[in-house]
């Protein structure tokens, strides 16, 4: 039997700017069927669902539906669509700030998650963007957390994602944020934070521990406001929040955080009403494709601070 170890593309088109599931068959197993094997490697509680999908054509490979008898193909390669809960809809607009051949860098509302994860699949900044630009191999240059508003980069292309996604693994764009904490005269600004932090797998909070610095952020007051101020936060690093964890840390804490510095009961899935106060204001780099600066800057304001008086 012929074995496919090369890439290649999905049969199934998108839908609803999601990818197919690809489940790649085993090179050595003792599997008669393809069916037989989905129903070994997928949860037990899908055996009814799976016989379904299997009839209906809804699994395919490169050469067609699978059904429920075709034979076991070692090292091939088999996709579907997986069936997705309701989503409530994230009821803000993405704006887009910049679209070029090769970028598109957009606006991120609060609440709309960067990418498909966990519960959040459909309602997506990627999976919105693929959809309404039209723009299937679009895929992220960063990421920014859900809850953070502000600028995100993303690659129109396959062939130019690399040159793109390194920039940021090479430090070469400097992020700029805003955030509203309380205003503490005690802490001294601007500074540089410096510590480790980890973050676990599975676990919500990351946290600051001894050990070899992997995060830093500047920080600096840009104005009072009362009992409130509005700060510039530059993080040098990208550790998973970094800046949410190093404004705790100086007795900060940024508004609306339900994380940092005490994890707070899940909200409903459509309670929108206390945006975390952390805004991606700003993106400058070097485009290493055209070689031109570019310096974007986001339209958005945190709603603490348009009310702070």
């Known amino acids: 039997m012929r074995r496919r170890t090369k890439s290649v593309g999905s049969p199934l088109p998108q839908r609803a700017g999601v990818d197919p599931v690809r489940i790649r068959l085993p090179v050595e197993g003792p599997w008669p069927t393809v069916a037989d094997y989905l129903a070994h490697r997928l949860p037990d509680d ?3 669902r799976l016989a379904q999908m299997l009839r209906s054509g809804e699994i395919v490979g490169l050469d067609g539906p699978i059904g429920p ?10 996709w579907f669509h997986r069936d997705l809960a309701p989503e409530v809809p994230v009821p803000f ?5 910049h679209r070029d051949e090769h970028l598109v860098v957009v606006d991120k509302p609060h609440f709309l998650a960067t990418t498909p994860r ?12 693929r959809r309404d630009l039209d723009l299937p191999e679009l895929i992220p240059a960063h990421r920014l957390d859900r809850l953070t508003a502000g600028l995100v980069m993303f690659v129109a292309s396959a062939r130019a994602r690399g040159a793109y996604q390194t ?10 944020y805003e955030a509203v904490a309380r205003y503490d005269a005690e802490v001294a600004l601007p500074r540089l934070v410096r510590s480790r932090i980890v973050k676990e797998r599975g676990v919500i909070a990351a946290r600051e521990v001894p050990g070899e610095v992997n995060a830093e952020s500047r920080i600096e007051l840009i104005e009072r406001r009362g009992e409130l101020a509005r700060y510039r936060l530059a993080p040098l690093t990208g550790r998973t929040h970094q800046l949410r964890l190093h404004m705790s840390g100086l007795g900060l804490p940024i508004l609306g955080d339900p994380v940092y510095p005490e994890l707070l009961p899940e909200p409903a899935p459509d309670d929108f009403g206390t945006p975390l106060q ?6 400058a780099f070097t485009d290493p494709l055209s070689g031109r600066p570019v310096r974007l800057r986001s339209r958005r304001t945190l709603a603490a601070w348009e009310a702070a008086v």
């Open 69 to 78: 008898d075709t034979p076991y193909e070692p090292g091939a390669s088999v």
């Open 46 to 48: 899908v055996g009814e």
């Open 93 to 97: 607009e993405i704006e887009v700030v």
């Open 167 to 176: 920039m940021f693994r090479d430090r070469l764009v400097t992020k700029e």
């Open 118 to 129: 966990g519960s959040h699949v459909v309602e997506t900044a990627l999976s919105r963007l």
């Open 278 to 283: 952390l805004l991606a204001v700003g993106l």
